[in-house]
Each structure stands twice: as structure tokens, then as C-alpha cells.
């Protein structure tokens, strides 16, 4: 193999001359080529902008010129609305003004003030606790008529109307509790008069197992000789097992002991977190007063001073413990609870800690739920408040929902919530369950009579229940169905903002609007959106067909809708693909409402103005438009899905 010649130096030394200048050469090539790249991107960039800029120009004009057809649109609608609710409410008035009740107008605020200031000063200090029961069933007769103001206050969204109503309910049912701890006192003072058995011990009580308001009463009628006690009101269906502890912590009392139920409790809507189910039973640890005497043909008695005429006694006591008293016994407490609500296998008890008013479990322990005959029994370390309690949103976030037109001017709605699947048929009646049937909602679903034509719609001979949307979702809230979230209740969820108000507003108002011929369902982006924008997905369905939401195969037959707090538009979002896409549908724009976007349909088809003139509201369809709308808004849809 021949011999290479070796480069002399001068040689080399070109070479790498060379070499470096193609490298300074190619440098600057590429410098050049991205300054030119630079350029274009740039100049790309200002023409996106000013494109952009414009955009956003002709969408201001667009929707400021549209904005005035929405405002007159949905003021004629609201005109249609109230039109139709006058005459509602004047054949409401009119039958309130036969039954010539006595109630007092809770429209007025002085009339309701007047009321109780009446029952008040009326209230003798010589009154019987069935006496005392009666007027607590009068005053929660103005309990509901405060009630089905608050509704209509959720209904109209009006929060101040919401928490007047709220505050005086709560005045009111007050007032009971004093009514019969005055009655109580009564009891008490003249305990002797009670016919005691061998053990001198009293036992009393009003009402019946199913009523909304029940008494049991127990007093031991010396300070001394107590034993460990089981108590069984058996009437009422309450029972109690007290420890000699008890008697331990009161020494120098002669003790009784008040079991109050009501259906109701005081402390409703004070726990953000904890919500009371079943009612509320206080049971109370009251001193006797000393027994009246018989001095020369006289009865001397002492009165006890305004302001302590019922001495309620602490239990555990904490001012007198001795050595021996320092831990005190578990008290046993049973009651039954009403047969429409909801227990869990594993329900949670609580006493209300009226010092920080929240719900509390401490010192609650051996809780039994029995589901055939409905009593709950537990243990306390004290005597206070108790009920059953549960998470405020213990049914959040939906899973899924959505709403399908069924018959002319009625849709079903379906919410998989987290505990259950219900379905609600909506029309211009109002609001009903149709799903699922448990027993414990029967009465909220069917009612007494039979349906059209005598048909029989439920169990035995029973008729679909209407009621207003907030009203039905009021009484499962009393069920323990919490479907009326707040806001509030967002906090305790991962990953759940509320929508805007003025998001969810534009929302429910349009997409009720087209609920008649559209099936509605929620989106699974919806979620991970801005608080500013909600998605839901529409698809026509003029045939009332059935069509699964969830199918995968189905999913381009729906179109995505994003609405903003001033605007909504066709997007091309689409489920089984991720991220949300949020671009514009091909040919769409920005409207200022739904029935524009249709309106404005690039490609409308030939029934194009048929359609159009359907979803226009009218006094025909305007109050099932409004109960699709109300049902949305109460539930909050776009926030907890």
C-alpha cells in the first residue's frame, strides 16, 4: 500500500483557514435565516394581534347591537311571565281569603312581629304543656306560610327575602321552645299535684309516636334514694337509661328530666358544613323546686324569681365535681325517626355546641340504627341537643346529568348525584319526582287521589305529586337529599369552583328556552373550565327519542355550547377528546344569547324560521320556561358537575 504524503504545515494551516471561514459563513447564513424567521414570526404576531384586535372590535359591536334585541326579548318574556303569575296568585289569595284563617299576612313584617309579640304577652304562667303544644302547631302553621315564602324567595334568587324568612322561621321556632319550657315550669312548680308511683317518681307525656312535636317528662321526687334509671316513653317512643351519676352531679335537687322532639331543629343553616336530618330531641336536666307547704289551712309555695322560673342543670357538671364525680357516666337516649328521611347504615350523631354554634361529636359514642322499627339509640357524656347529622354535601359534586324533552312542554331530568340517580319530570306545573322509589320518598312523589280519568299513577291509588321547584327540592333536603347546594359547599369539594353568577344566570335562562325541543346534558370539561365559562352539549329532538349522554358512539351528534357572563357560542369541544376544545365551531361567532346563535346558524336548514319561531317564549310555554330555568338555577347544574 503506497505511502500518504504528509501535509506540510502550510497546508494545514489553509485548511483550517478555510474551514473557519465556511463555519463564519454558515453563521452568518443561519443568523440571516433567523433573522428573516424572526421577522415573519413577528410580523405573523402584530397581524394576529390586529386581527385579534379586530375581532374583538366587530364582537364588541356585535354583541352591543344584539344586547338590545336580548333586553327586549327577555323583557317580553318576563312580561308573559308575570301576566301568567298574577293570575296564579290571585286564585292563591282568593283561597286563602275563603278559609278565613287567622294567620297572620307574612308578606308584612309587622304582622309577623305583632303575632309573636302577642303569643307572647298572652302567655300564662299557669299554661299546660298540651296547651302549650297546641299553639306551637298554630305557630308552625305560620311556619309554613314563611316557608313557601322562602322558596319563592330561592325561586326568584332573592338572597335578602331568603334570610328575612330564615331569620323569622328561626324567631318563631324560638318561641315554641319557650312556650313549652314556660308550660315545663308550670309542670314543675306543681309537680305534687301528679299522682307519683311506689318510688316517688312522675311519668309524663304528650303527643304520639308520629307527631312533629312530642313530650316526655320524668321527675324523681326526693334529692336522695337515686338509682341508675332506664325510662321508656313508650307512647312517644323515646326512651332514656340515666347513671346515678346524675344524681351524683345535682346534689340537693330533686331532678326531672324533659325529652323535647320536634321535626324541626333550632339550628338550621348555622353549620356550613353539618347539615341535622330526622329532627331534634333536647333532653334536659331540670331542678324541681321545693314542694309547697301546709301552714294553718294556708299552701305556701316559692315562687321562683322572673327569669329562673325552669332551672335547667348541667350535665356533666362542671362548677361541683368532686373526686368521686369528676368522669361523668354515659347517658343512653333512643328515639324514633320519621319515616321520609334518609339514614345511612352508619349514621353520625351530634350535639349542637351553641358556644361556637356548630355541630359536635365529642363524647358521643355506640351509636345502633335499627332501619325496621326506625330508632336510633347512642351514648352521651352530656345532656344537650342531638340529631342526626351529615355533610351539607354529602350528594356532590353530579356525577353526570341531563335533561331530555319527553312530551309536549315537559322534560326529564336526570342528576346521577353522589348517592343516588333521580329523575324529576318538569312542566308548567311545577316540579315532581318520578325516581328512584324508596320508601322513605313516597310521600314526597305521590299523593292521595287518582290521576286523570281515575287512573291510578302510583302506590296504592296514589297521584304524581307537583310541587314548585324549590319547594319539592326543600322537602328532600328534609329527606336528606341536599340538591339545593350553595356555594359555600364547594369549599369542601377538590377541584370544584363556583361558575359566575352572571355565567349561570345567561345559562339557565337560555337553555331553558330551547328544553322543549333540545336534549341538555352536562360535560365533562365543564369542570376544569374558568369560573367565567360553563359548557353543556345540546342535541335536537323534536321525536321525544331516547338517547344515552354517556354513549361514546354518540358524541358528535351532540354540539357543545360555552357561555360566558355576557355571551355564548358553538364550540367544537367534543368529550372523548382532551383537553377542552375550546375553539368556535366552523362559521360560528359570539351571540348575546342562545336563540341568537341559532338565529345566526351559518347553514340553517329549511325549517329554519319554523324552529326559530318554537323557541320563542310565549304566555303558553313562558311557566315552563321558567320551571326548567328555576329547577337549573336551585341546583346549581354547571357549578357541581
Known amino acids: 500500500m503506497p505511502k500518504t504524503k504528509k501535509k506540510s504545515k502550510k497546508q494545514l494551516e489553509d485548511e483550517l483557514q478555510k474551514a473557519a471561514e465556511e463555519q463564519k459563513r454558515q453563521e452568518e447564513k443561519e443568523r440571516l435565516f433567523k433573522l428573516e424567521e424572526d421577522a415573519l414570526a413577528a410580523h405573523r404576531e402584530r397581524l394576529e394581534i390586529e386581527l385579534e384586535g379586530k375581532n374583538r372590535v366587530l364582537e364588541a359591536e356585535r354583541l352591543e347591537e344584539e344586547q338590545e334585541m336580548v333586553v327586549r326579548m327577555k323583557g317580553e318574556r318576563k312580561r308573559c311571565l308575570d301576566y301568567e303569575q298574577s293570575k296564579l296568585q290571585e286564585k292563591i289569595e282568593w283561597q286563602k281569603f275563603v278559609s278565613c284563617t287567622s294567620r297572620p299576612n307574612v308578606m308584612f313584617e309587622s304582622e309577623i312581629t305583632t303575632y309573636v309579640t302577642m303569643v307572647r304577652e298572652e302567655r300564662s304562667d299557669r299554661e299546660s304543656v298540651e296547651t302549650a303544644i297546641e299553639k306551637c302547631k298554630a305557630a308552625e302553621e305560620v311556619v309554613g306560610d314563611l316557608l313557601e315564602l322562602y322558596c319563592k324567595a330561592c325561586e326568584e334568587g332573592n338572597v335578602t327575602r331568603q334570610d328575612w324568612c330564615m331569620h323569622y322561621i328561626g324567631e318563631i321556632r324560638d318561641l315554641e321552645v319557650e312556650l313549652i319550657d314556660a308550660a315545663t315550669a308550670h309542670l314543675l312548680l306543681y309537680i305534687e299535684k301528679q299522682e307519683p308511683n311506689t318510688h316517688l317518681q312522675v311519668y309524663l307525656q304528650w303527643g304520639n309516636a308520629n307527631d312533629n312535636m312530642k313530650v316526655g317528662f320524668w321527675g324523681h321526687l326526693q334529692s336522695k334514694g337515686f338509682r341508675a334509671k332506664s325510662i321508656e316513653h313508650s307512647k312517644i317512643q323515646i326512651g332514656l337509661d340515666l347513671p346515678k351519676a346524675i344524681q351524683l352531679q345535682s346534689i340537693g335537687h330533686c331532678i326531672g328530666v324533659r325529652s323535647l322532639y320536634t321535626t324541626f331543629d ?70 324514633k325517626v320519621p319515616s321520609h328521611v334518609l339514614v345511612s347504615k352508619n349514621p353520625v350523631v351530634s350535639w349542637w355546641d351553641a358556644s361556637v354554634e356548630r355541630w359536635s361529636t365529642e363524647g358521643i359514642s355506640e351509636i345502633t340504627w335499627e332501619q325496621e322499627s326506625r330508632k336510633i339509640s347512642f351514648f352521651t357524656a352530656r345532656l344537650a341537643s342531638f340529631s342526626i347529622t351529615q355533610e351539607r354535601h354529602s350528594d356532590l359534586p353530579y356525577k353526570h346529568w341531563n335533561m331530555r324533552p319527553c312530551d309536549d312542554m315537559v322534560v326529564e331530568l336526570t342528576v346521577q348525584a353522589a348517592r343516588y340517580e333521580l329523575r324529576f319530570m318538569i312542566s308548567e306545573d311545577g316540579l315532581r319526582l318520578k325516581g328512584p322509589q324508596l320508601p322513605e320518598l313516597l310521600d314526597v312523589m305521590f299523593e292521595p287521589g287518582s290521576g286523570e280519568a281515575g287512573g291510578l299513577s302510583g302506590p296504592s291509588g296514589r297521584r304524581p305529586r307537583i310541587r314548585s321547584p324549590a319547594t319539592l327540592l326543600n322537602e328532600l333536603r328534609e329527606c336528606g337529599l341536599n340538591l339545593m347546594p350553595k356555594n359555600s359547599d364547594a369549599d369542601q369539594l377538590e377541584g370544584y369552583t363556583p361558575k359566575h353568577p352572571e355565567t349561570q344566570a345567561r345559562a339557565y335562562s337560555d337553555l331553558s328556552e330551547i328544553a322543549a325541543f333540545y336534549d341538555i346534558a352536562s360535560s365533562r370539561h365543564n369542570k376544569d373550565l374558568p369560573a367565567e365559562r360553563a359548557l353543556v352539549r345540546i342535541r335536537e329532538n323534536e321525536l321525544h327519542e331516547v338517547f344515552n349522554p354517556l354513549d361514546a358512539d354518540g358524541d358528535n351528534d351532540y354540539q357543545a355550547i360555552m357561555f360566558f357572563p355576557d355571551k355564548c357560542c358553538h364550540v367544537q369541544s367534543l368529550e372523548g377528546i382532551s383537553p377542552c376544545r375550546e375553539a368556535m365551531a366552523p362559521g360560528h361567532f359570539t351571540h348575546a344569547s342562545l336563540y341568537l346563535c341559532f338565529e345566526k346558524d351559518p347553514s340553517p336548514g329549511p325549517a329554519h324560521s319554523e324552529r326559530l319561531q318554537r323557541l320563542e317564549v310565549t304566555t303558553s310555554t313562558v311557566r315552563f320556561v321558567e320551571a326548567v330555568r328555576q329547577t337549573m338555577q336551585l341546583m346549581h347544574l354547571l357549578s357541581f358537575v
Not at 358544613?273 to 329532627?279: A, C, R
Not at 330531641?281 to 305556701?300: A, C, E, M, N, Q
Open 266 to 335: 333550632s339550628a338550621q343553616g348555622k353549620d356550613p358544613v353539618q347539615m341535622s336530618i330526622g329532627g331534634m330531641i333536647r333532653v334536659d336536666l331540670l331542678s324541681i323546686p321545693p314542694f309547697s307547704k301546709k301552714v294553718k289551712g294556708w299552701t305556701i309555695r316559692q315562687v321562683p324569681a322572673p327569669g329562673k322560673e325552669l332551672m335547667k342543670l348541667p350535665y356533666p357538671n362542671t362548677e361541683h365535681t368532686t373526686a368521686s364525680t369528676a368522669i361523668a357516666a354515659p347517658c343512653k337516649i333512643d328515639y
